[in-house]
C-alpha cells in the first residue's frame, strides 16, 4: 500500500515533467535491470545508461556532449562513405571508437540538454549518478530496498531492485508515464489542450488518476480541489 501510495506521486511528476517539454534519464547498470531499462526507456523515447556510469555525465554534460558530437559524427561519414575512403587502418581505429563510446554513451546518443528528472534503480549502487543530480538539483526517482538512504531521494518508491519482474514493472510504468506526458505534450501543440495546462505554479495542474481503464489525465485550474488520485487507489493499481 505504501508502495502504491509514493509510486503514484512518481508517475503523475513524470507525466509533468515530460508534458513541459523535459527529458527523463533512466539509470540502471546491475545486470538484472541493463535489458529492462534499454527496453523501456527505448519505447518511451527516453535517456538511459547501463552500463558503468561515467563520473561527470552531467556535472560535466559539456565535455559528454563533444563525444556524443564525435559520435555521431563517425555515424555520418559511414553513411557518407568517407571511412572506405580511409585506409584500413583509420577506419578500423575508428569504428572502435565508435564502438566504444557506444558502448559507454550510447543511450544518451539524444540527449542535447540535462534531464527533468531521473529515475534510478538501487540509488545505492548509481551513488555516483545520484550525487551528480542532486548536485544539480535533478530530481531523483529511485527504487529503494531497505538499505538504501532514502534522505538522498527525492521520490521514493520502497521495491525490489534486485528482482528482474519489479525492476520491469517500476520501469515500464514509469515508460508509461513518459508517454503520457508526451502525449499531452502533441495535444499542446495541436490546440487540443491549452498550452498554460503544463506551467508553473500560477497555472493549471495536471493530475493522473487511476482508474479501471488505466491512468487517464485530469486538468485543474488554480483554487479547484481536485480528486485525490490516491483515494481510488486498490491492491491492484
Known amino acids: 500500500q505504501h508502495t502504491v501510495k509514493l509510486f503514484r506521486r512518481a508517475y503523475e511528476f513524470v507525466v509533468q515533467t515530460v508534458s513541459r517539454g523535459q527529458s527523463v534519464l533512466f539509470v540502471g547498470t546491475k545486470k538484472q535491470a541493463q535489458d529492462v531499462i534499454v527496453e523501456e526507456a527505448t519505447r518511451a ?13 552531467l556535472t560535466n554534460f559539456r565535455t ?9 559524427l563517425i555515424e555520418k561519414m559511414e553513411e557518407d562513405g568517407s571511412l572506405e575512403k ?12 565508435h564502438t566504444k563510446l557506444m558502448r559507454s ?3 544518451l546518443k ?48 520502497p521495491g525490489n531492485a534486485d528482482a528482474i519482474l519489479a525492476v520491469k514493472l517500476f ?22 489542450v491549452a498550452a498554460d495546462t503544463v506551467g ?14 488505466g491512468p487517464r489525465v485530469e486538468v485543474a485550474k488554480p483554487g479547484r480541489r481536485a480528486a485525490d488520485p490516491e483515494a481510488s487507489a486498490t491492491p491492484e493499481d
Open 45 to 57: 523515447g527516453q535517456h538511459y545508461v547501463t552500463e558503468r556510469w561515467l563520473g561527470g555525465t
Open 64 to 72: 559528454v556532449k563533444l563525444s556524443l558530437d564525435r559520435m555521431k
Open 86 to 97: 580511409m585506409s584500413k587502418k583509420e577506419a578500423l581505429y575508428v569504428r572502435r571508437e
Open 200 to 213: 508553473g505554479d500560477d497555472k493549471k495542474v495536471i493530475h493522473v488518476m487511476s482508474g479501471g481503464d
Open 171 to 192: 520501469a515500464g510504468k514509469i515508460a508509461d508515464a513518459c508517454s503520457l506526458g508526451r502525449k499531452l505534450v502533441r495535444e499542446v501543440s495541436s490546440g487540443r
Open 110 to 157: 539524444n540527449m542535447t540538454n540535462l534531464p527533468g528528472v531521473m529515475f534510478v534503480i538501487d540509488p545505492n549502487k548509481e551513488r555516483i549518478a545520484v550525487a551528480e543530480a542532486r548536485k544539480l538539483e535533478i530530481p531523483i526517482i529511485a527504487i529503494t530496498d531497505t538499505n538504501c538512504d532514502q534522505d538522498i531521494v527525492d521520490f521514493v518508491v
Open 105 to 107: 554513451l550510447g543511450g
